[in-house]
């Protein structure tokens, strides 16, 4: 209906009669349209019917009813000329009542035919409807554009919103771990506080005793000496010659003993404190550590964390890498280290024989293996239940009564210095200095044969949270 309306005209709906829009049209025989009242009134004035188009005579005057279909299309006709008409009046030149038909883009302004003739000479102008397609277009654009704009704005309001949250988030993590550190940090230094001043009352009253012991001499001598004087004051009143010449060699003064040599000598308290101190700065330097199973020799059983390790009974059949150590019950560190400072620290409690320490990357791990710096290790043993060796070249024979249960480990790598220490008393049990480090280092562990379960302990390392405790 909208294309057939777009070709109708006002010459199709004109009545020839009247020359306006038909007014109740109806059809003649002929075929030909006319208002109903106009060729009533032309019939009337003249003698015979004809037809005013064809000029056709009817000999009976024809009996005339409203075309319906045609008073339809007219009255749609009319409709949609009033639509025009109201649309079209805010699209007329008010100056030359012309339709507005040009854009001119030298004045940005619309303007009819006569306008661009008239008042805007030499000026540029292009179809109005074109103008207005391609600003339509452009808006259309834009505002793609700005929700476009409006919808980054949005997530990027969303991810600052994620951020925050996260950090949030992180900032209550870190809180909570740091009520858990300095709470665990506030029961280790109580802790050694009663240990401390344990260590300090138990060496007072060992000073005491040490007092005591010496102060019973110099008493027994006083006593002898306070019996003797009163002899010698009895004898010097007496009158008797002779039984004063008698005696008076046997009550001369016996010869007295130096006492400004004997001293008592107060403990030294700064030495556990300063222990304590040391291995509290290494221990700032702790890494978690894990068991690498692709390089453990295959007797060894890992437990599923790779924190414990031990020796079973039985080779179990395993690639042979290049990594794995073939015949030593050894297992390296996953973790390597080729700059900074590190620590860690081994449980070793229960057991008979181990080796521990720090090995290059670089080092054989085939066949029998000798532990030493010139070949890549840097290593403390126990051997026999209380032979404590640092595999130096020579060999250190240490020392250490109790035996630790806990080693923690210490490695500067630009220094070129690694240390042992026995964590329970505090106590350094041996540095390797001077050490020349041009390869990745990798923490070293061999919880050695069972030796029919006297040596079955396995060498646990410590969760790093745990080394402030």
Partial sequence: ????????????????????????????????????????????????????????????????????????????????????????????????????????????????????????????????REEYEGKKAELEKTEAEIQQMIQKRRLKIQEITESVKMSKDAADRQKAEGVQVFTALKESVERRLKKFIKEIEDKQEATEKQAEGLIKDPEQEISELMERSSEVEQLSRSEDHLHLLQSFSSLKAPPSKDWTEVRVHPPSYEGTVVRAAELQRVQQYAVDVTLDPDTAQTNLILSDDGKQVYCGDVRKKLPDNSERFSYCPIVLGEQS??????????????????????????????????????????????????????????PVRLFLLPGPEKVGVFVDYEEGLVSFYDVGAAALMYSFTGCSFTHKLHPFFCPSLSYCGKNSAPLIICPKMHYIA
Avoid at 354 to 380: C, H, M, Y
Wanted: hydrophobic share 35%; charged share 20%; proline share 4%.
């Fill in 337 to 394: 280290f080729s700059l900074g400072r590190f620590y860690f620290e081994v449980q070793v409690k229960g057991k008979t024989k181990w080796d521990l320490g720090v090995a290059r990357e670089s080092i054989n791990r085939k066949g029998d293996i000798t532990l030493s710096p010139q070949n890549g290790f840097w290593t403390v043993v126990l051997r026999n239940g209380n032979e404590y060796i640092a595999c130096a070249d020579p």
């Fill in 1 to 128: 209906m909208s294309a057939a309306s777009n070709l109708r005209s006002e010459d199709q709906f004109l009545c020839s009669i009247c020359l306006d829009v038909f007014t109740d049209p109806v059809s003649t025989p002929c075929g030909h349209n006319f208002c109903k009242t106009c060729i009533s009134l032309h019939w009337d004035m003249n003698q015979s019917c004809k037809c005013p188009m064809c000029n056709e005579t009817f000999n009976i005057r024809p009996q005339l009813r409203v075309n319906t279909f045609i008073s339809e299309v007219v009255a749609q006709f009319r409709r949609e000329a009033q639509q025009k008409a109201s649309s079209s009046s805010s699209e007329m030149c008010t100056k030359h009542d012309k339709l507005l038909e040009l854009f001119c883009k030298t004045d940005q302004t619309c303007v009819c035919t006569l306008c661009s003739v008239l008042d805007h000479k030499n000026h540029e102008f292009v179809p109005l």
